[in-house]
């Protein structure tokens, strides 16, 4: 044979004497590492499903005689700057506001009650962490704030109590998911 390569009808590889074929290897290798490539990037991070954005910022309610309990979770990014600066808190992409209110009554009636309110936050790999609250007034009413550090994508369990004077403590359990 005069020509060392010939032609190989399946595919056109180009195939030495020696039997080893060399361009059509290394093409398909690249193509196979771009698609593994494209795949991996197409997968980042979870997207979150439908509805998440308000399933998130939902309350969590618990009730106990005549006193009700609410939490939320707020995204610190997604406060304005000035609502940020009112609450002393910085706006950060890996911070949630954890917000919890003592009330006693119904919907205008509601006044805000004294209490003692404990709050920590677990995330997927068990860590727990304790949340520093403060109160912080809205004229007659009052609330108990704290920063909530995390990583996104992620899910934290929240467990609060609250105890207010002369009534047995209530505990409020929810979890939220976070994501990108």
Known sequence: ?????????????TETTTGTRRR???????AGTLLLAGTLAACG??????????????????????LTVRASVVPTM???QAVADGYRIERDPRTQLLMIAVR?????DETAVPAR???DAIDLRGVRQRVTLREVAHGDLTDHIGVVRLTPPDTLRFHVEV??????????QFARDFYP
């Open 1 to 13: 044979m005069t020509d060392r390569c010939r032609r190989v009808a399946s595919g056109g590889d």
């Open 24 to 30: 059509a290897r290394s093409g398909r290798r690249l």
């Open 45 to 66: 991070a979870p997207s979150p499903p439908d509805g998440h954005a308000t399933r998130a910022r939902e309350e969590a309610v618990a009730r106990a005689d005549d």
């Open 78 to 80: 997604a406060m304005g």
């Open 104 to 108: 006693r009554g119904d919907g205008v």
């Open 117 to 119: 309110v404990v709050a």
């Open 163 to 172: 105890q207010t004077t002369g009534a047995r403590p209530i505990t409020l």
